[in-house]
């Protein structure tokens, strides 16, 4: 039987042996009772499972108190593990049909392709189900034969229709990996004697088959009707059978007519191994120590050791025995072990023993050798190589192609190789060029020395001077250059600088210009408009905007009289305002007007140039009004709004907007127009 470790390598185990053991004498406990000479203090007075010491009444521990690692919460041996040692070191047992610990199967024997292989790992072209004891078949579809597969997928087990006695053709592979004959010049003919797929056999023809061959002791083997099987009905004997055949001790119940009693136990229940080679006294009660049986409460007697060996206890030699008192194995007879620092069996080193080897002597320069922690091999992860092996180590700065991460660039070079001399000990940068300062621009050069690629203090915006180069090559530097656009300096062909200048502009006014990016003058800009009569914008416009007062109208209908205020729509007492703006006039004085103002006599109000006017009439009062042109009519009339003066039959002069003939009679009679003015607008503003 097998045993896998589970806590720890089979390593620890090794290494730790002379931890556990007193002489190289093994502790097991399983209720397989404890190897002689080992751990003879396991009682206590204060118990405690998990702090991994044996006390009394625990079978095993092994410092935790978890469930399904071997040693139970309860420090009790769970099915299908044994434990070693203290703290415990719990192991499941291939082949007893239980999965334990790491297994990925366990069917019942350790046996290699059957699916599961001795270490309870599932073999490869095989799929086991986990259930006890697992059951395992042929992966189909994997690509890989195992077992009785004709073929899975493009891995045939014959290579062609001849093969299988089925004629010219080419084999193929179905889905349920078996083959697929459609291309095969002949399909089988039971009967005709002669072996063709899927038959078994044909007639006489068995296919190489015997009874022996198919694990009979003897017989004839014969074929079954439809050729799909054998007749195995006349061969006998093999192991199985409940009968005791030639070469057999025993066969299931078949016990030989042997009893536990028969041989001298003085009860229970006897058995036969699966594989019929002897008797199994382990059910026997009452055995004695010595009979060479090993029965209840034995964990071995004499050579009866269950199978087991030295190697079972990871020693390379030796004959496992068996303790005295039939209570433990004796593995005093063991020897050499991965972990005894001492180079034994398939060993190729030993922790310390390194078989004489070192660094130096495998061909590296320095370093420290080591063991592999399977005894396998040699570890040279701590050593450093040699020059020439082309590998950076040790003392080296560099190795054939190896540089230790240098190249040309790290080196201040753009391109080229480097080499290494003297046994590794110098990096030679003389395959390496371009450089900054050989006054050549290359590699992601901008500039080198003089040679600035073309850019001159002109290109970049300067009027003289001279460029350098800065920072490994990378800037231009124009920090010698003077003069440009932008220095508030006028100089080279520059018309202006950051200046502003006066100007005159389309209308003759007096303007403003600036000057450009670019040096240069920008277009003239007039002045705003201000309230000279002069056009001072350019707009063919003379003042207007700039210099109108709005004049809104009053009425008052008691007295059936308007009055009119400049800018203000708030009414005087008796007064309703008419939110219409009646007209507009100048706001200030300005060549070419005349002021206009307003006169009242307590019941009317006036218009009038002239502030003395209607005096006689009981007028008072000249409230200016604003400024109206003087300039003469020129028969707009009312479309261009112009302002008038008519003089009624009573000789009072009044002012007001353009009104036509008929409506001067009708409003006035025998009023007349005297003049208008077009430079005071009535009605919306143009």
């Known amino acids: 039987m097998v045993w896998m470790w589970i806590h720890g390598r089979s390593r620890g185990f090794a290494r730790g042996f002379a931890q556990w053991c007193v002489i190289g004498v093994l502790c097991v406990g399983l209720g397989l009772g404890l190897i002689s000479g080992c751990l003879s203090d396991f009682t206590g007075s204060n118990a405690e499972c998990g702090n991994g010491e044996l006390d009394a009444a625990e079978a ?18 769970e099915s299908g593990w044994q434990c070693f040692g203290l703290p415990s070191l719990c192991v499941g047992a291939c082949g007893n049909g239980v999965l334990t610990g790491i297994e990925e199967c366990d069917d019942s024997n350790t046996f290699e392709g ?4 001795s270490t309870c790992g599932v073999e490869a072209g095989w799929l086991c189900i986990g259930v006890e004891p697992s059951l395992c078949g042929p992966l189909c579809g994997d690509g890989a034969l195992v077992e009785d597969e004709p073929c899975d997928a493009s891995n045939l087990s014959v290579s062609a229709c001849t093969d299988l006695n089925l004629g010219d053709g080419v084999l193929g592979c179905l889905p349920d990996c078996t083959f697929d004959l459609s291309d095969c010049s002949i399909q089988a003919d039971c009967g005709n004697g002669l072996t063709e797929y899927p038959e078994a056999c044909d007639g006489d023809d068995l296919a190489g088959e015997t009874c022996l061959s198919l694990g009979f002791l003897a017989g004839e083997l014969a ?36 009893t536990c009693v028969g041989l001298g136990f003085s009860g229970g229940n006897l058995a036969c191994r699966s594989d019929c080679s002897a008797l199994d006294t382990v059910g026997c009660t009452g055995g004695i120590c010595g009979d060479g049986l090993v029965s209840s409460g034995e964990v071995c007697d004499g050579d009866s050791v269950g199978g087991l060996t030295c190697q079972s206890f990871y020693f390379y030699e030796g004959t496992l025995g068996c303790e005295s008192d039939c209570s433990g194995f004796d593995v005093t007879t063991c020897s050499g072990r991965c972990g005894d620092d001492t180079i034994n069996g398939p060993e190729v080193c030993d922790g310390a023993g390194l078989g ?14 080591a063991c592999q922690p399977d005894c396998g091999a040699l570890d040279t992860t701590g050593c450093s190589g040699t020059c020439g092996d082309g590998l950076v180590g040790g003392t080296e700065v560099c190795d054939g192609n190896d540089f230790a991460g240098q190249t040309c660039a790290s080196h201040g070079y753009y391109t080229g190789s480097l080499g290494c001399l003297n046994s590794c000990s110098v990096v030679d940068d003389g395959g390496c060029s371009g450089y900054c300062g050989d006054s050549t621009i290359n590699g992601p050069e901008v500039c080198d020395g003089n040679s600035f690629g073309g850019q001159t203090c002109a290109s970049h915006g300067y009027y003289t001077g001279s460029l350098g180069c800065l920072n490994s090559c990378s800037v231009v530097d124009d920090g010698g250059c003077s003069g440009f656009c932008g220095d508030s300096i006028v100089n080279g062909n520059e018309a202006c600088d950051g200046s502003t200048g006066s100007c005159t502009t389309s209308c003759s006014t007096t303007g403003t210009r600036t ?13 705003s408009e201000t309230c000279n009569g002069v056009d001072d914008d350019c707009n063919l416009t003379v003042d207007y905007a700039s210099c109108q007062q709005i004049i809104h109208r009053f009425y008052n209908s008691t007295a059936d009289d308007h009055m009119y205020k400049a800018g203000s729509t708030t009414p005087d007492a008796g007064y309703v305002y008419e939110p219409t703006t009646y007209f507009y006039l100048y706001s200030t004085s300005v060549p070419g007007t005349q002021a206009i103002y307003q006169r009242y006599n307590g019941t009317d ?21 604003g400024y109206m042109g003087t300039s003469s009519w020129d028969a707009c009339g009312r479309t ?38 077009v430079y005071v607008w009535g009605g919306v503003f143009p």
């Not at 095993?60 to 420090?75: E, I, L, M, P, R």
């Not at 009072?652 to 009708?666: G, K, R, T």
């Open 640 to 677: 261009c709004g112009a302002i008038c003066r008519y003089i009624a039959a009573s000789g009072e002069h009044l002012v007001w907007p353009f009104v036509s003939d008929a409506e001067l009679a009708a409003s006035w009679p025998g009023a007349v127009r005297e003049s208008c003015a």
């Open 605 to 625: 109000h006036m218009l009038t140039t002239d502030p003395t006017e209607g005096t006689s009439l009981g007028y008072t009062g000249a409230t200016l009004m």
């Open 356 to 369: 004489n080897q070192t660094c130096v002597t495998l061909g590296f320069s320095i370093g420290t050798l």
């Open 60 to 77: 095993c521990d092994d410092g935790n108190t978890a469930d399904g690692d071997g040693c139970s919460a309860t420090c009790r041996v």
């Open 114 to 117: 059957d699916g599961c292989s």
């Open 223 to 258: 074929c079954l009707m439809g050729c799909v099987d054998y007749d195995t009905s006349d061969c006998s004997g093999y192991c199985g059978n409940d009968e005791i055949d030639s070469g057999e001790q025993c066969d299931g119940e078949d016990l030989g007519g042997k």
């Open 515 to 527: 000057c450009s990016s670019g040096c240069s003058w920008n277009a003239c800009q007039p002045p």
